[in-house]
């Protein structure tokens, strides 16, 4: 082990916490709230002049600099938080994405498509579903509860992606950090080539994986096991849909819907590049050395635990406000919205900060073996 790079010993954490310190970890939690409800306001006083819309993408540019500018959280939680007023978080912010939705195309019909404040809408939306939506989906998609799954895909399915639930789940937290992951971004590759492979190879991948469980890998189209494939019933939901939306209401809010789905995909696979860009897996067992982290406190909070990547992967069941901080994880400069600001404006950058830090911890191309602690091995 290098010098440089610390410990792979397990974070030591409270078993039990206070009411006070409960609190105090769900009043930190609220931040996530931040972008639905700004989306919230905008929709619900809609319509806007363009001189009016526009300040409204303040809230997105303020969430970037506080988020570069955000201190370091490295405090762990208690074992064992009361659930209920967490789970409590993830249904209210379900229920705000199909609000958001439905108003956002309910705009977009009564007062036409071609206007300044749709085109904010758009992006305010769109961000909202990938930072809000597909993250609290990430989250329900991993839960045990039948009844969260569901409620994560139904979604996923609001952005035309219910196929990641699959894939994410049974293929990426299988084969992250080794070269059978389509979901795990290769050292020195651009954003650009990420996408443009990723996002194919992942519902291949999905799809495979489905026919598989179903009884053979390689089933014909025409084969009627494929009715009972998530997958397929995914996309028949997801475009029906969409091409409800197009029957109701018209072109205008169905390319709307098509649009913000575009921005929360870019949004998710962005993230997806740079949680795991350039490390490679080189032990069987998931290591904390496999996923970048950020300290960033803004980004924990906003995001519902996301930044906590290593120990999601070391364990991908234990609920966001119980996620722990590894010292040995690598560790990205920003937290999520800086980075995605640098992965999309400014990739090459990226590369070149992210290549500096893997030589530095000897990671990825630079790796030296490092065998994972035991109480890493469960993998979802």
Same mark, same amino acid.
């Given at each position: 082990?290098?010098?440089?790079?610390?410990?792979?010993?397990?974070?030591?954490?409270?078993?039990?916490?206070?009411?006070?310190?409960?609190?105090?970890?769900?009043?930190?939690?609220?931040?996530?709230?931040?972008?639905?409800?700004?989306? @919230?306001?905008?929709?619900?006083?809609?319509?806007?002049?363009?001189?009016?819309? @526009?300040?409204?993408?303040?809230?997105?540019?303020?969430?970037?600099?506080?988020?570069?500018?955000?201190?370091?959280?490295?405090?762990?939680?208690?074992?064992? $938080?009361?659930?209920?007023?967490?789970?409590?978080?993830?249904?209210?912010?379900?229920?705000?994405?199909?609000?958001?939705?439905? $108003?956002?195309?309910?705009? #977009?019909?009564?007062?036409?498509?071609?206007?300044?404040?749709? @085109?904010?809408?758009?992006?305010?939306?769109?961000?909202?579903?990938?930072?809000?939506?597909?993250?609290?989906?990430?989250?329900?998609?991993?839960?045990?509860?039948?009844?969260?799954?569901?409620?994560?895909?139904?979604?996923?399915?609001?952005?035309?992606?219910?196929?990641?639930?699959? =894939?994410?789940?049974?293929?990426?937290?299988?084969?992250?950090?080794?070269?059978?992951?389509?979901?795990?971004?290769?050292?020195? =590759?651009?954003?650009?080539?990420?996408?443009?492979?990723?996002?194919?190879?992942?519902?291949?991948?999905?799809?495979?994986?489905?026919?598989?469980?179903?009884?053979?890998?390689?089933?014909?189209?025409?084969?009627?096991?494929?009715?009972?494939?998530? #997958?397929?019933?995914? $996309?028949?939901?997801?475009?029906? #849909?969409?091409?409800?939306?197009?029957?109701?209401?018209?072109?205008?809010?169905?390319?709307?819907?098509?649009?913000?789905?575009?921005?929360?995909?870019?949004?998710?696979?962005? #993230?997806?590049?740079?949680?795991?860009?350039?490390?490679?897996?080189?032990?069987?067992?998931?290591?904390?050395?496999?996923?970048?982290?950020?300290?960033?406190?803004?980004?924990?909070?906003?995001?519902?635990?996301?930044?906590?990547?290593?120990?999601?992967?070391?364990?991908?069941?234990?609920?966001?406000?119980?996620?722990?901080?590894?010292?040995?994880?690598?560790?990205?400069?920003?937290?999520?919205?800086?980075?995605?600001?640098?992965?999309?404006?400014?990739?090459?950058?990226?590369?070149?900060?992210?290549?500096?830090?893997?030589?530095?911890?000897?990671?990825?191309?630079?790796?030296?073996?490092? =065998?994972?602690?035991?109480?890493?091995?469960?993998?979802?």
């Amino acid at each position: 082990m290098s010098a440089s790079s610390p410990s792979l010993e397990a974070p030591s954490v409270p078993q039990r916490a206070s009411s006070l310190e409960t609190a105090r970890i769900f009043t930190l939690h609220l931040l996530c709230f931040v972008l639905p409800v700004s989306t @919230l306001a905008f929709l619900l006083t809609a319509p806007h002049p363009w001189y009016f819309s @526009l300040p409204w993408l303040g809230v997105v540019i303020a969430s970037v600099v506080a988020d570069k500018r955000s201190r370091a959280e490295r405090r762990q939680p208690a074992e064992r $938080l009361a659930a209920w007023p967490f789970d409590g978080v993830l249904y209210v912010l379900v229920a705000m994405q199909f609000v958001i939705l439905a $108003l956002a195309v309910h705009m #977009v019909s009564a007062h036409g498509f071609f206007r300044a404040d749709t @085109l904010v809408a758009w992006l305010l939306v769109g961000i909202n579903s990938g930072y809000s939506g597909i993250v609290v989906a990430h989250e329900l998609i991993h839960r045990p509860s039948r009844r969260m799954q569901r409620l994560g895909r139904a979604l996923l399915a609001s952005v035309l992606y219910d196929h990641f639930s699959v =894939e994410h789940v049974r293929g990426h937290h299988v084969r992250v950090g080794t070269p059978e992951d389509p979901a795990t971004a290769r050292f020195g =590759e651009t954003f650009h080539q990420f996408f443009r492979r990723t996002v194919p190879a992942q519902f291949r991948s999905a799809w495979r994986l489905e026919a598989k469980r179903l009884g053979d890998e390689n089933m014909p189209l025409g084969d009627p096991r494929l009715l009972r494939s998530r #997958v397929f019933q995914g $996309l028949v939901i997801e475009w029906g #849909v969409a091409f409800a939306i197009l029957a109701a209401v018209g072109l205008g809010p169905f390319v709307f819907y098509l649009g913000q789905a575009f921005v929360a995909i870019r949004l998710l696979e962005a #993230v997806n590049y740079f949680e795991h860009w350039g490390l490679v897996r080189s032990t069987k067992r998931v290591s904390p050395l496999d996923s970048w982290d950020t300290e960033s406190r803004f980004t924990l909070y906003t995001l519902v635990g996301l930044s906590r990547h290593a120990d999601h992967h070391a364990y991908a069941v234990r609920p966001y406000q119980q996620l722990r901080h590894w010292d040995a994880s690598p560790k990205l400069p920003y937290g999520y919205f800086g980075m995605v600001e640098m992965v999309l404006f400014a990739n090459d950058r990226f590369r070149n900060v992210m290549t500096e830090e893997l030589r530095r911890t000897k990671l990825g191309p630079f790796t030296e073996e490092k =065998e994972p602690p035991a109480e890493t091995a469960a993998v979802a």
